[in-house]
């Protein structure tokens, strides 16, 4: 009976002393790569639509990891792929980013972020790389999928506010846009806004949530929010920023059944 209550106080001594590099590990190795597919249904039995969104890729040069993406977002066949800004940090990684997008096989569709103007990234080359898959680069405007069941209004992140694009009467109406914040602003109802920007603050404390977040993210960190003008979805993005770590927040691509 002794011998089995130190082995107990053993095991967790040795648990105790081991947690802080189990945590380092995952953070520093295994999150920031590891991506997450998540499937949201905002129909019934029955959705006639599928949309993926993915955001905030920050690509450096690892073009394993975002051909990898790639891999997974054509593998779930959606009908049309959104993107919601933050492609690069430096506009020498450009050329390479838009040459592994366009492998992808749906009509993608995507608005600028902060770092993309920051950058100074040519959109120009960025509009026609998306209209290559049939999708487009949205500068506060909106666009119809081909079968015309889907409305795509992108808003730029310069404002402060979102250019005041109405929805349409008749389909469905997506709105995509960099910073969560703004979707407070939207002054029109969409049936999904999708925004990314925050990365869900990329470590997540238990029980507490994101130890930091930028700018213009406020309350709207992560996951499914309610805003005046509808559904609001903050996805944690696929890449990093200023450090490779992620905890307790991996990168995702998401799927929504419409």
Same mark, same amino acid.
């Given at each position: ?5 130190? #082995? ?5 001594? =040795?648990? *105790? ?5 189990? *945590?380092?590990?995952?953070?520093? /190795?295994?999150?920031?790569? /590891?991506? !997450?597919?998540?499937?949201? !249904?905002?129909?019934? #039995? #029955? ?6 969104? %993915? ?11 975002? @051909?990898?993406?790639? !891999? ?20 020498? %990684?450009?050329?390479?980013?838009? @040459?592994? =997008?366009? $492998? ?22 960025? @509009? ?20 015309? !069941?889907?409305?795509?209004? &992108? ?17 469905? $109406? ?11 602003? *939207? ?5 999904? =806004?999708?925004? &990314? ?32 003008? &509808?559904? =609001?979805?903050?996805?944690? &993005?696929?890449? /990093? ?6 905890? $307790? ?5 998401? *799927?929504?059944?419409?």
């Amino acid at each position: 009976m002794r011998f089995s209550r130190i #082995n107990r106080r053993r095991f967790l001594f =040795l648990s *105790v002393l081991a947690a802080p590099a189990l *945590v380092c590990a995952d953070a520093n /190795w295994l999150e920031p790569q /590891w991506v !997450k597919i998540r499937s949201i !249904k905002l129909a019934g #039995n #029955n959705p006639a639509h599928r949309i993926v969104h %993915f955001t905030d890729i920050h690509h450096k040069g690892d073009r394993p990891y975002l @051909e990898s993406v790639v !891999k997974k977002i054509n593998r779930l066949s959606p009908d049309a792929v959104c993107f919601t800004g933050d492609l690069i940090e430096e506009a020498r %990684f450009i050329p390479e980013t838009l @040459e592994i =997008l366009q $492998n992808i096989k749906s009509p993608l569709y995507g608005v600028p972020g902060n770092h993309d103007y920051w950058s100074h990234a040519r959109f120009a080359e960025i @509009e026609k790389a998306f209209a290559g898959t049939g999708g487009a680069w949205l500068m506060d405007s909106q666009v119809t999928t081909a079968d015309g !069941k889907i409305h795509i209004t &992108g808003v730029t992140c310069l404002r402060g506010k979102p250019a005041p694009l109405a929805p349409k009467a008749k389909g469905k $109406n997506i709105m995509l846009l960099h910073y969560p914040l703004m979707a407070e602003r *939207v002054t029109h109802p969409f049936d999904l =806004l999708l925004a &990314g920007h925050s990365h869900g603050g990329q470590v997540r404390i238990p029980f507490y949530g994101a130890f930091m977040l930028p700018y213009w993210v406020g309350k709207y960190d992560l996951g499914m929010f309610r805003v005046p003008a &509808g559904r =609001l979805y903050v996805n944690p &993005g696929i890449g /990093w920023l200023a450090t490779p770590i992620r905890f $307790n927040c991996r990168p995702e691509i998401t *799927v929504f059944e419409m």
